[in-house]
């Protein structure tokens, strides 16, 4: 078993509150790896003797950033949505089901081929941990598929079969929610961790999303919601409610919205770069943050409504429109993403977790704002 040294870091972000507050930093630290897992962090100056020596040359490490919303496994792309948005046009649900056509009529080479590209590029900024959904396959066969191609890529796969009633259930939505609680249902468990539901017009309303959840519980799945992504519902306390680890997008939330979130241990995930592609209002962090909610910020990554893999993309918005300091975005893209995802063996750089980490090519993380766009990973381990 080889032991790496990594030292001379001029500012390590642990996010370890045993250490200190929020990103919880050490100025001139060093950090020892065994076997994956980080076996001792301390002064640079003190630091045991190992196999191998990285000097960080006074850079900022960080940990590995956790992507805890994507949607990878599909085909094609939507880029004259895109274009049609940027001229006005509004985001709607439907445009899901283009993807649905071309995701069903891909081989599993494509699929797979796709979403491996996706993840590469995840993890060439700075990505160690990444959550992929289901649901662009819409039927028994699709979305096994797709989570046993996600399976392959992760242990963070999520059932999303309840992303839009398909073309072929339009009139009988009740006859889809049934398939999705039912035979899908049966089907996808042993290749899913999460069960979500897409509670908006136009997708899942309250009660289907509250059937739905609960029957995936009942299944040994883990609840998540998307929820607020195009106007305030009863969504996010139903999420809340019903114990789900995050709700996600919260662009439009009410006050009573706000304080349920702060008042339970579900996550607020916000998702800047569906704001950034859709022309939305971006969702105020600030009110979340200082009623004491928990927020992880994640990329979203699908071709319709936010189609980034770039969390330091994520960082930069998230710090200058919607109102989070530095420290509270990067936080949120890493510890955030973790408890949103509830692991505590990353996100954090202690004694004991995974040696997930980046090497930023700056000082400071606060960089990753300040020099929007600019490649700045170093090296991810
Ligand atoms: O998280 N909101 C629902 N699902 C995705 C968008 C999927 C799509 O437009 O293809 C989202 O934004
Ligand atoms: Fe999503």
Same mark, same amino acid.
């Given at each position: 078993?080889?032991?790496?040294?990594? $030292?001379?870091? @001029?500012?390590?972000?642990?996010?370890?509150?045993?250490?200190?507050?929020?990103?919880?930093?050490?100025?001139?630290?060093?950090?020892?790896?065994?076997?994956?897992?980080?076996?001792?962090?301390?002064?640079?100056?003190?630091? /045991?003797?190992?196999?191998?020596?990285?000097?960080?040359? @006074?850079?900022?490490?960080?940990?590995?950033?956790?992507?805890?919303?994507?949607?990878?496994?599909?085909?094609?792309?939507?880029?004259?949505?895109?274009?049609?948005?940027?001229?006005?046009?509004?985001?709607?649900?439907?445009?899901?089901?283009? +993807?649905?056509?071309?995701?069903?009529?891909?081989?599993?080479?494509?699929?797979?081929?796709?979403?491996?590209?996706?993840?590469?590029?995840?993890?060439?900024?700075?990505?160690?941990?990444?959550?992929?959904?289901?649901?662009?396959?819409?039927?028994?066969?699709?979305?096994?598929?797709?989570?046993?191609?996600?399976?392959?890529?992760?242990?963070?796969?999520?059932?999303? @079969?309840?992303?839009?009633?398909?073309?072929?259930?339009?009139?009988? /939505? $009740?006859?889809?929610?049934?398939?999705?609680?039912?035979?899908?249902?049966?089907?996808?468990?042993?290749?899913?961790?999460?069960? $979500?539901?897409?509670?908006?017009? @136009?997708?899942?309303?309250?009660?289907?999303?509250?059937?739905?959840?609960?029957?995936?519980?009942?299944?040994?799945?883990?609840?998540?919601?998307?929820?607020?992504?195009?106007?305030?519902?009863?969504?996010?306390?139903?999420?809340?409610?019903?114990?789900?680890?995050?709700?996600?997008?919260?662009?439009?939330?009410?006050?009573?919205?706000?304080?349920?979130?702060?008042?339970?241990? +579900?996550?607020?995930?916000?998702?800047?770069?569906?704001?950034?592609? +859709?022309?939305? /209002?971006?969702?105020?962090?600030?009110?979340?943050?200082?009623?004491?909610?928990?927020?992880?910020?994640?990329?979203?990554?699908?071709?319709?409504?936010?189609?980034?893999?770039?969390?330091?993309?994520?960082?930069?918005?998230?710090?200058?429109?919607?109102?989070?300091?530095?420290?509270?975005?990067?936080?949120?893209?890493?510890?955030?993403?973790?408890?949103?995802?509830?692991?505590?063996?990353?996100?954090?750089?202690?004694?004991?977790?995974?040696?997930?980490?980046?090497?930023?090519?700056?000082?400071?993380?606060?960089?990753?704002?300040?020099?929007?766009?600019?490649?700045?990973?170093?090296?991810?381990?």
């Amino acid at each position: 078993m080889t032991t790496t040294l990594i $030292d001379d870091i @001029g500012l390590l972000v642990t996010n370890d509150p045993q250490v200190g507050e929020l990103t919880a930093e050490l100025r001139n630290a060093a950090v020892v790896v065994e076997d994956g897992m980080i076996a001792w962090i301390g002064d640079s100056s003190t630091a /045991p003797a190992a196999d191998e020596h990285i000097n960080a040359a @006074g850079r900022c490490v960080i940990p590995g950033f956790v992507d805890s919303h994507s949607h990878l496994v599909f085909a094609g792309d939507r880029t004259d949505e895109f274009e049609a948005r940027m001229k006005g046009e509004r985001y709607a649900a439907g445009g899901i089901r283009r +993807t649905v056509g071309l995701t069903r009529a891909a081989t599993d080479e494509q699929l797979l081929a796709n979403a491996t590209a996706l993840v590469a590029e995840m993890r060439a900024q700075g990505t160690t941990t990444v959550e992929i959904k289901s649901g662009y396959g819409l039927t028994v066969v699709d979305e096994t598929r797709a989570l046993r191609l996600a399976r392959e890529l992760t242990e963070e796969t999520t059932f999303l @079969g309840a992303h839009v009633v398909p073309a072929e259930y339009a009139d009988r /939505p $009740d006859d889809y929610v049934a398939l999705v609680t039912g035979e899908m249902l049966d089907a996808v468990a042993p290749y899913a961790k999460w069960i $979500d539901v897409f509670c908006e017009t @136009g997708a899942f309303d309250l009660d289907q999303a509250r059937e739905i959840l609960e029957a995936g519980m009942a299944h040994g799945l883990g609840a998540r919601m998307h929820a607020g992504q195009l106007g305030e519902s009863a969504a996010v306390r139903l999420a809340v409610e019903l114990g789900a680890a995050s709700v996600d997008h919260c662009t439009f939330l009410s006050d009573a919205d706000v304080d349920a979130l702060a008042g339970s241990e +579900t996550v607020a995930t916000l998702l800047p770069g569906v704001e950034f592609s +859709t022309r939305q /209002p971006y969702p105020n962090a600030r009110r979340l943050l200082d009623a004491g909610a928990r927020v992880a910020i994640a990329t979203d990554c699908n071709p319709g409504s936010s189609f980034t893999s770039s969390m330091p993309f994520c960082i930069a918005v998230a710090v200058r429109d919607l109102g989070m300091s530095p420290a509270e975005a990067l936080h949120s893209a890493t510890a955030g993403g973790a408890r949103a995802l509830r692991r505590d063996d990353i996100g954090v750089l202690r004694v004991g977790a995974r040696a997930d980490l980046v090497l930023l090519d700056a000082p400071s993380y606060v960089h990753l704002a300040y020099r929007p766009g600019v490649p700045l990973i170093h090296r991810v381990m």
